[in-house]
Nanobody, 125 residues
Framework: QVQLVESGGGLVQAGGSLRLSCAAS????????VGWFRQAPGKEREFVAG????????YYGDSVRGRFTISRENAKNTVALQMSSLKFEDTAVYYC??????????????????WGQGTQVTVSS
């Protein structure tokens, strides 16, 4: 089982930037996909960005493509999410999730079996 801890959330003005980090422990991430998901009040949890740890492939949700960048730091077993040009509608609790890589393309919610506690991102308009 992988343990995940997010950090870096906070309050930012629209148009600003924020960087989230997800530190993994408990096992290596080889053959895992690590993703960022978010959940706004009253809405379902949705995919934001994902990274195939072994191959380095990255995936993005349509609403964040071109504004967010997911990356990894192998030595620290950490995945980061750099968020730029933030919009009010990006406001949500952001969760880091990990699971075995079982499909081509972006991970689905059902592929994730380890979750972090979540970190709040609030974008003021």
């Amino acid at each position: 089982q992988v343990q995940l801890v997010e950090s870096g959330g906070g309050l930012v003005q629209a148009g600003g930037s924020l960087r989230l980090s997800c530190a993994a422990s408990g096992r290596t991430l080889n053959n895992f996909v690590v993703g960022w998901f978010r959940q706004a009040p009253g809405k379902e949890r949705e995919f934001v960005a994902g990274l195939n740890w072994s191959g380095g492939n990255t995936y993005y949700g349509d609403s964040v493509r071109g504004r967010f960048t997911i990356s990894r730091e192998n030595a620290k077993n950490t995945v980061a999410l750099q968020m730029s040009s933030l919009k009010f509608e990006d406001t949500a609790v952001y969760y880091c999730g990990a699971g075995l890589k079982i499909r081509v393309g972006a991970p689905l919610l059902t592929d994730i079996n380890s979750w972090g506690q979540g970190t709040q991102v609030t974008v003021s308009s």
